[in-house]
């Protein structure tokens, strides 16, 4: 009986080693183990289209194309907005010659010309008056008719009439033209110079131009084609930026934060991953969707991410599944 406690309390103490080896295994596997996502490539997409309407009259791209930002991809007959665009051109320069005209003034020449006939109403005025007082001493011997005399008075009347008139034209000629005639003139000239501007605007909008760096997914229309304004000519698939969207359960919520690095793996180049960086994190749950492949996520709440691939090239297309691995050693600083 002595002699089996000895063994017996090897037997504990290996078993007591045994388990705690096992558990510091246990913890450091789980240490160890990597963060895995599931995803899919997202690549922004736009549609483009001329702002004027019009008959397309070529496209210089076809499907599949790769394109440069502010490559010309198409042309719409630019007869018509050339033409509006002289007449917008014609319509200023009448404008501004209007416009200088009324800030100018009369010419010296017209207020001579005013002056003198205000000089010239001044001596029929005179002789007008002269005569009806020679009347009216007649008038008075009956040597004349009422008639006569009543003739006289409106001779001057009209006389002093003419005189009034000719002292106010004088007089505008001399002050220039009035506020609102200025104020009116000058509105002709901006409104005439904004539809020059438009017109010109026009014109430039009949050449479509590649925004950004892309490639060609679509080609909806052929030349000849009458367009209106806005309608859809290409597709066009942005060479940056690329995203992958997936999709992180609220018990690794944490571990997911913007700035992080991660690794992205595609099926096409499983030894070779792409690099990314969380740019965004959802701030609320939503179901899983169902491309999401993983099992135990399917029914579960999970927030969307947003990574950004640092180093996409051409392999990366719309849709394509992504499994996404965190760095371990980011995780286990956390």
Known sequence: MKNKKPVLLVVIVVLVLAACFGGWKWYQ???DQTLTLYGNVDIRTVNLSFRVGGRLASLNVDEGDAVKAGATLGLIDKAPYENALRQAEANVAAAQAKYDL????????????????VKQSQAAADYAQNFYSRQQGLWKSRTISANDLENARSSRDQAVANLKAAQDKLSQFKAGNRPQEIAQAKAALEQAQAQLAQSTLDLQDTTLLAPSDGTILTRAVEPGTMLNAGGTVFTLSLTHPVWVRAYIDESHLGEAQPGQQVLLYTDGRPDRPYKGQIGFVSPTAEFTPKTVETPDLRTDLVYRLRIIVTDADASLRQGMPVTVQFDNEARNER
């Not at 100018?104 to 002056?115: L, V």
């Open 102 to 117: 009324v800030m100018d003034g009369y010419r010296s020449e017209e207020i001579a010309q005013a002056a003198a006939a």
């Open 29 to 31: 596997s789980r240490q």
